[in-house]
């Protein structure tokens, strides 16, 4: 995962602080970081470590038939004097399983760009 900002999103133009939320099937949410913030200035990117992610779940699929998992990914920016304004959302499709895919979640201006990494592997037990 990786984010990048063209944009100024403080008032006093010190940081825009930026934390994802997944919204999973039902009632699964998830928020990364769980606490804080990805605190980035003016043309500045933040790339995460390899493990990092922002959603995992383990979901028992039989051989033969299709499974779809639909997540809603929404990237915020955190304000202490007003309501958190949502940069970017989008909901993606996930075959299960699938090959590793990119996908970028950026907002209407393309001023704040995340790329994400779709990972929906096979295991047996």
């Given at each position: 995962m990786?984010l990048?900002?063209?944009?100024?999103?403080?008032i006093?133009g010190?940081r825009?602080?930026?934390?994802?939320?997944?919204?999973?099937?039902?009632?699964?949410?998830?928020?990364?970081?769980?606490?804080g913030?990805?605190?980035?200035?003016?043309?500045?990117e933040?790339t995460s470590r390899?493990?990092?992610?922002l959603?995992?779940?383990?979901k028992?699929?039989?051989?033969?038939d299709?499974?779809?998992?639909?997540?809603?990914?929404?990237l915020?920016?955190?304000?202490?004097?007003?309501?958190?304004?949502?940069?970017?959302e989008?909901e993606?499709?996930?075959?299960?399983p699938s090959?590793?895919?990119y996908?970028?979640?950026q907002?209407?201006?393309?001023?704040?760009?995340?790329?994400l990494?779709i990972?929906?592997?096979r295991?047996?037990?």
């Open positions: 990786s990048k900002t063209l944009k100024d999103y403080d006093l010190w825009g602080e930026f934390y994802f939320k997944v919204d999973g099937p039902k009632v699964f949410k998830a928020r990364f970081p769980n606490k913030t990805i605190k980035l200035q003016k043309n500045q933040f390899a493990d990092m992610s959603w995992s779940q383990f028992t699929v039989k051989v033969d299709p499974a779809i998992e639909k997540l809603k990914v929404i915020r920016e955190m304000d202490h004097l007003k309501k958190d304004e949502t940069v970017a989008q993606f499709e996930i075959n299960l090959k590793t895919q996908v970028i979640l907002d209407e201006k393309e001023n704040t760009k995340a790329k990494r990972q929906a592997t295991t047996r037990y």
